[in-house]
C-alpha cells in the first residue's frame, strides 16, 4: 500500500467512481439464492418447505444484522432476504458496492457456517447470492416493496403447498399437478387444499405463509435487558404491523 501511494501509478485510482447513495431515502438490500431450485434438490429440502433451510436463511440474516447494526428490519422467505437500512444511516460512507458486498457475502459466508447446525447432509458445493440495492425515498415506497414480497411468499406458498398435495399424497404427475392447478384463483386452492386433504390453509405454520421478519428487540435474560434480533411471521401488509413496531421508521 505504501509504495502505491503517491507513485505515478496512483492516477488509476481516479477510474474509480463515486457510488454514495444519496442521503434521506431507504437503502433497501435483497440477495437471493442462485438457483435454488437445484441446490434445494441436491440438498434433499423438504417439499414445498424444508423448516430447516429456512432456519439456516433465517440464522444467516441475523449474523448480518448482529453486525451491520444500521440494518432495522429484514425479511426473508425462500432463498431471499432483504435488509432495510435506517434512512440516515452514514456505514460504509453509503457507499453502494461496499454496503451490497459486505452484506452479500457476510450472509454467504454466514449461510455455510450455520448450515452444519441445522441440515443432515453436508453441502455439496459452494451456494451463492445475488444482491441488488434498491432505493425507497418515502415510507409508503418501503412498506409497499415489503408487502410485495410478502404477497409473493403467500403465492408461491399456497400455490406449492396444493401442487406438492397432489404429488405426494394423490399420486399426480408434477404435469397433472399443474394442469389441475392452472387457471385457479386463491379461494380454489384454499377449497381444494380443505375438501381433498382436510387441510385449513391458514392453519400450516407461520413461517411458511408469512415469511420472517427480525427486528432488533429489547428482551430480558435473568436480571438484565439487552437488544437482541428477534424474529416474527406477521403479517406487514396491515397497518397493525407498523402500529405495533414504531421503532422501524424511527418513530
Ligand atoms: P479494511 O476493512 O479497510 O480493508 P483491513 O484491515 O482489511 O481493513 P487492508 O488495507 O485491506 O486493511 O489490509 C489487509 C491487512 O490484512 C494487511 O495490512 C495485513 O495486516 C493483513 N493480512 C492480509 N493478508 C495477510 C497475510 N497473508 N499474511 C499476513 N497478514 C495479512
Ligand atoms: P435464480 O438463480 O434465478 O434465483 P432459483 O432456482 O433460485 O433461480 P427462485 O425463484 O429464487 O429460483 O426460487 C428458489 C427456489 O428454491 C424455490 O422455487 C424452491 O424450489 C427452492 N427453495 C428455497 N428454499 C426452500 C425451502 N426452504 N424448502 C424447499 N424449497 C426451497
Ligand atoms: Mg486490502
Ligand atoms: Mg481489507
Ligand atoms: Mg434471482
Ligand atoms: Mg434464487
Ligand atoms: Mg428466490
Given at each position: 500500500k505504501r509504495s502505491m501511494a503517491?507513485?505515478?501509478?496512483?492516477?488509476?485510482?481516479?477510474?474509480?467512481?463515486?457510488?454514495s447513495i444519496l442521503p434521506n431515502v431507504w437503502i433497501v438490500i435483497r440477495i437471493d439464492g442462485k438457483k435454488f431450485h437445484k441446490f434445494s434438490k441436491a440438498h434433499d429440502f423438504e417439499k414445498p418447505n424444508d423448516e430447516n433451510a429456512l432456519n439456516v436463511m433465517n440464522a444467516a440474516a441475523t449474523a448480518v444484522m448482529q453486525e451491520f447494526r444500521d440494518i432495522v428490519l429484514a425479511y426473508g422467505q425462500s432463498d431471499e432476504y432483504s435488509f432495510v437500512f435506517r434512512k440516515e444511516t452514514a456505514a460504509f460512507k453509503r457507499r453502494a458496492a461496499k454496503l451490497l458486498t459486505y452484506v452479500t457475502s457476510l450472509f454467504s459466508s454466514s449461510y455455510v457456517m450455520q448450515w452444519p447446525k441445522w441440515m443432515q447432509l453436508p453441502l455439496a458445493y459452494a451456494p451463492c447470492f445475488d444482491g441488488r440495492v434498491v432505493l425507497y425515498p418515502s415510507e409508503q415506497n418501503l412498506k409497499d416493496y415489503l408487502s410485495w414480497r410478502q404477497a409473493d411468499v403467500h403465492v408461491n406458498n399456497l400455490y406449492n403447498t396444493a401442487f406438492w398435495k397432489l404429488v405426494l399424497e394423490k399420486g399426480l404427475t408434477n404435469q397433472q399437478a399443474e394442469a389441475k392447478l392452472r387457471g385457479t384463483f386463491s379461494a380454489d386452492k384454499n377449497e381444494l387444499l380443505f375438501q381433498e386433504f382436510g387441510i385449513n390453509y391458514n392453519n400450516l405454520p407461520a413461517m411458511y405463509r408469512k415469511g420472517t421478519i427480525l427486528l432488533r428487540k429489547r428482551v430480558i435474560l435473568g436480571e438484565k435487558s439487552r437488544q437482541a434480533v428477534v424474529p416474527l411471521h406477521e403479517d406487514l401488509i396491515s397497518s397493525q404491523f407498523w402500529k405495533k413496531h414504531t421503532e422501524i421508521l424511527g418513530k
Open positions: 503517491c507513485s505515478r501509478f496512483e492516477y488509476v485510482k481516479s477510474f474509480e467512481l463515486d457510488d
